[in-house]
């Protein structure tokens, strides 16, 4: 089922992405607003139980992301994920952030995924951390992926980042190019070619040990060798405490814009490749898209 937006149609997504909690520093910040609150547990079972039901959307939602420092340990979860599951949801993701590390127990999430941010941190803390939330998580037995920002603090210590990865019994690994924010200085995103020159000396080394690479927020074509780790961000829904029910937000284009150059549908890489950002593509230092060939 397509929605219409101001981007034009849009397939009906199959993912319900809810902030529960008002934090959620470690995030990819993209253009979601701040919401002013942390949400209930009726105002999340609401949500669940409008996105579960095939009337108001047409396509109920089968898989579940829920965000926000502080969301592994509320005290609802479980009865959260129960109700998700009687309602039809076949897939439940939880994303981690980087406050909720040391205290974090894989083990007693009913999840089906647990994804942990791996950024670097005051004399490397944050990255001490997550590797000890692997290890608890590897010994839970616990589904795991890791991801990393490649901000402007982290490309620099992308290998001890790596190292971490490598040594985690994690099934992923996803490097994402920081998302524009409105606001934003420049100064908090470094240019293209240095961010890819890092993954080019990092990622043989991860896939030899097994893992599985992705790379999001770069277009394949400033991507060389790496351009087969890109695949196309499927759409979601997303919630939380200031838009829900049917004033939620689709990822794509109300959270995310990317854009692609008229020269972009030529390309052999068109129909896995999100595009970039015009805003990046007005700043030095990020080259014209170019149809791979061209």
Known sequence: MLNWTRAGAVEGPRTLQIRLQR????????????PTRSMSTEEVRANIGYFTDTRPRGVPVTALVLSGVGAASRPDLPELVAFARD?????????????????????????????????PGDAGAA?????????????????????????PSAIPLLPAISRVAAMSQARSFTLTFPFPVDGAPASEVDPAPRA???????????EARGLSVAIKGL???????????????????????????AKALL????????????DCRFCPADSRCDGFFATYLRRPGFPRLIPLGA
Do not use: M
Request: proline residues 7%; aromatic residues 6%; charged residues 20%.
């Open 196 to 206: 890819v020159a890092a993954l080019n000396e990092v990622i043989p080394a991860l």
């Open 251 to 262: 990822f794509f284009p109300d959270v995310v814009a990317f854009h692609k150059e008229d």
């Open 87 to 119: 309602r039809g949801v076949q897939t439940v993701v939880l994303h981690a952030g980087v406050e909720d590390l040391a205290g974090l127990d894989p083990a007693a999430l009913p999840v089906d995924r647990l994804v942990l941010p791996l950024q």
């Open 127 to 151: 990255l001490a951390e997550a590797a000890d939330a692997l290890g608890r998580a590897a010994r839970a037995g616990r589904a795991v992926a890791v991801h990393t920002v490649l901000s």
């Open 219 to 245: 277009p394949v074509c400033y991507l060389g060798s790496l351009a087969r780790l890109v695949y196309r961000t499927a759409n979601r829904w997303y919630a939380d405490a200031d838009h829900q029910l």
């Open 23 to 34: 934090s959620y520093p470690g995030r990819v910040r993209a253009g979601a607003p701040v």
